[in-house]
């Protein structure tokens, strides 16, 4: 056996796994009395400890989050720090300020010694699988969390996030589509919220757009802030979710909005199952939301007018009245059950 396989072998995220019975138990309580300086409690079960070990050790964690977290660790006492210091990472962390912390590794190996000490053996020998099974955990855990950034995009895209897409977005999106803005040539410009049309434009799209959310939820609606397309919220939901299908670009120095022709049925489709979702949604107040959202609109599309920007034709609209209920129809009994 090389030097590298017999280290491998002995060594338990770089802590030895060959210890004496007094050496485990020292080392299982410096790295219990760490735990509860780290996370300010003591030690719960495993994966409700490795889930707190996001608060230092998540991926996706803000910079500014992690260093305010960091500026509020005790120091470590002088004693625990000359016993766990030299183990350094991944077992001990030095969080600078003479504040060290530990993370997943050490939580797994403070399980690993709490089912091998008090078996009144002389040593404490970890095996070689079990040492292997704690690291497949701390891999598996790193990589879930990795993961959860992109999960939680392809989630929300595919109309399976755990928050249902805002009323006003919804609202949005079905104004774009009862105008018929489904090419450049029919696209709803984007206007610079300082230009004197601004307030025309956002309005045609968001009276329609806000009393359909109105109805759906009961609410008096947002603030005027967030009623515009440039900045404003239910633009920017909408595009998370539907992002590239609700398409975003410049035309003639103009950004303007459109959902293609091709992607309107999915766009739809994808509406309606996401408004299924709703447990307090029916069918009957759906269809008076789109109704009221189609009123509120026609009264205010001739401040499109001025820009050649209205498309609405009445059959097209209770075209996609129809589609937008069947959507919900043919959803709602999967998401009841």
Wanted: some cysteine; glycine content about 8%; charged content about 25%.
């Amino acid at each position: 056996m090389t030097n590298s396989e017999t280290s491998t072998v002995r060594q338990a995220f770089g802590a030895p796994a060959v210890l004496a019975e007094s050496e485990a138990r020292a080392l299982l309580a410096d790295l219990s009395h760490l735990w509860r300086l780290t996370y300010g409690q003591g030690l719960s079960s495993a994966d409700a400890d490795l889930d707190a070990c996001k608060r230092f050790f998540d991926p996706l964690a803000r910079g500014q989050s992690l260093r305010e977290r960091l500026s509020r660790l005790p120091k470590t006492p002088p004693s625990l720090r000359r016993s766990l210091s030299p183990l350094g990472p991944p077992l001990v962390i030095d969080g600078g300020d003479d504040a060290l912390l530990v993370g997943p590794e050490g939580r797994l190996l403070i399980e690993i010694l709490e089912e091998q000490t008090g078996a009144n053996d002389d040593l404490v020998i970890i095996s070689p699988a079990r040492i292997a099974a704690a690291e497949h955990r701390a891999l598996a855990l790193y990589r879930s969390w990795s993961l959860a950034r992109l999960n939680q995009v392809i989630d929300l895209r595919s109309g399976r996030g755990k928050e249902v897409m805002q009323a006003i977005a919804v609202g949005v999106v079905l104004a774009l589509l009862v105008n018929r803005s489904d090419s450049p040539d029919r696209a709803v410009i984007q206007p610079d919220p300082k230009s004197p049309e601004s307030g025309l434009i956002d309005s045609a799209v968001f009276a329609g757009a806000e009393r359909f959310a109105q109805v759906i939820t009961g609410s008096d609606g947002r603030s005027t802030g967030e009623q515009r397309l440039k900045g404003g919220y239910g633009l920017s939901e909408a595009r998370r979710r539907l992002a590239p299908k609700l398409t975003v670009t410049r035309k003639d120095g103009d950004v303007i909005l459109y959902i293609a022709s091709a992607h309107r049925p999915e766009v739809v489709e994808f509406v309606g199952r996401d408004l299924a979702r709703r447990p307090a949604l029916t069918e009957e107040k759906l269809a008076l939301a789109f109704d009221q959202l189609t009123v509120a609109f026609r009264a205010k599309s001739g401040n499109l007018a001025h820009r050649s920007m209205t498309f609405e034709r009445p059959a097209d609209t209770r075209d996609l009245r129809a589609a937008l209920l069947a959507s919900f129809a043919r959803h709602r009994p999967a998401h009841e059950a």
